[in-house]
């Protein structure tokens, strides 16, 4: 089967601690997406990559961090530095190919709980 | 910066018809997506429309697109009690190598009643 993995479903920590979430695709996208959602509000972009060893900072990148070694793999880490990190999280990819309609295909998330 | 409005809630009986709505200020949108998102999961794909298209029609879903006025609605038809989820619309900008940014409305809730 096609899809993006995100693990785990479910993240605790305590604060202080830095956490890293995980997202993998095996759709041969190139890119990859990071966005973090809130209660009653839309996604909002933390990070994204175009291709491998390279990446943006998105509107809210303050606080993360991410890596992208492998076209099939983009981890986020969630920094101490993070002044409200208990959210739930979404991965994302699509392809940049020309022609294409651009879609982003999501994850199933993960939700972080700091406490 | 882009915006991207629509209403928070909207309730219908079963077996009406549902229309969502959603404006967006960006004029340069090229793509516009209607995604789904079921409690505790992640957004599904249900619709999208090229901005040079007034209308797409897919089985009971049905987008229509007015450019001049940046309104962009979703009809859902004899919706049903599974269609109850939040439906998040998304514009995307010309793709110009800064990768394809969406931006995201704030969602509708969906809740359909017996």
């Known amino acids: 089967d096609g899809g993006i993995t995100q693990s785990p479903k479910y993240l605790f920590r305590k604060e202080g601690q830095n956490v890293t979430l995980s997202c993998e695709q095996n759709l041969n996208h190139d890119a990859m997406y990071w966005y973090r959602q809130d209660p009653g509000q839309g996604l909002r972009l933390i990070y994204y990559s175009q291709i491998v060893n390279d990446f943006q900072k998105g509107d809210i990148a303050e606080g993360y961090s991410v890596s992208r070694e492998k076209k099939e793999s983009f981890p986020l880490t969630v920094t101490s530095a993070q002044k409200n990190p208990t959210a739930f999280y979404l991965c994302a990819s699509s392809t940049l190919e020309a022609g294409s309609s651009y879609e982003q295909y999501f994850g199933p998330g993960t939700r972080l709980t700091v406490t | 910066g882009e915006d991207v409005e629509q209403s928070l809630f909207l309730s219908v009986r079963e077996g009406d018809s549902s229309v969502i709505n959603c404006t967006y200020t960006d004029s340069s949108s090229t793509y516009l997506y209607w995604y789904k998102q079921e409690p505790g999961a992640g957004l599904q794909l249900l619709t999208y429309?090229?901005?040079?298209?007034d209308m797409k029609q897919d089985q009971r879903l049905t987008v229509l697109l007015n450019k001049k006025d940046k309104h962009l609605s979703l009809r859902i038809a004899d919706t049903q009690t599974g269609d109850s989820a939040i439906y998040f619309c998304?514009?995307?900008?010309?793709?110009?190598?800064?990768?394809?940014?969406?931006?995201f409305g704030t969602g509708t809730q969906l809740k359909v009643e017996l």
């Open positions: 998304a514009e995307s900008p010309i793709l110009t190598g800064g990768g394809n940014k969406l931006t």
């Open positions: 429309i090229f901005s040079n298209m």
